[in-house]
């Protein structure tokens, strides 16, 4: 009897250390979007002006992102070795995670008179791919409304300088503007709450 009570409890402690140790391997999706929150704010709403908010994003969105810093294809300051570190599923986790949170709009200080000019020139060059003034995520071409100024200008100058590839449909539209349209739109996206 004392030997089946000695298995018995082996069998429970087993039971119990492969529980604690699944617990421990599979980090819940906030704990993996907390490790965002250094530069992405507390869940994805960004308080600095180089880091856009990842509240609301597509899950496809921030998976391609996330895929190309990963393979070097977008340019980064940091986030190509940071996504190195995530494998595709903890990827897909923090995904899901910003995807479920509330679009976030920051209070971003913006020229009005530029915001004003620039809804012309979205109304006519960006309103087909960046719907709802840029704030819905569905349309999977990021989110534009209420980023930072500075990281809006800072990706634009990527696309334009051929760092990142830009879309074909945005590259059409983005050679009929001139700077000061794209300097405005800009304005527009940072202007929206």
């Known amino acids: 009897m004392g030997c089946n009570k000695k298995a018995l409890g082996a069998l ?3 039971v119990f250390m492969a529980g604690a140790t699944q617990v421990l391997a599979g980090s819940s999706a906030s704990m993996m979007a907390n490790t965002c929150a250094g530069c992405h704010g507390t869940n994805g709403q960004s308080a600095g002006p ?4 990842l509240a609301g994003i597509s899950e496809s969105y ?7 810093f990963k393979e070097g294809t977008r340019p980064a300051t940091i986030m190509d070795r940071i996504a190195k570190g995530y494998s595709d599923e903890q990827i897909e986790t923090m995904a899901t995670f910003f995807a479920g949170q ?6 971003v200080p913006h020229d009005a008179a530029k915001a004003k000019a620039g809804a012309e020139t979205y109304d006519k060059s960006c309103a087909k791919c960046h719907d709802e003034g840029g704030s819905l995520p569905g349309d999977d071409a990021g989110i534009l ?16 300088a051929g760092n990142r590839e830009m879309p074909k449909k945005m590259a059409k539209q983005v050679e009929k503007l001139s700077d000061a349209e794209i300097e405005a739109v800009l304005h527009y996206f940072a202007g929206q709450k």
Do not use: C, H, R, T
Request: charged share 15%; net charge neutral.
């Open 62 to 68: 921030f998976n391609d992102s996330m895929k190309a």
């Open 12 to 14: 429970i402690g087993s």
């Open 145 to 160: 409304a209420g980023q930072w100024l500075p990281w809006l200008e800072y990706s634009m100058a990527d696309f334009k």
């Open 102 to 107: 509330p679009v976030y709009k920051a209070m």
């Open 50 to 53: 180089a880091s856009p908010n």
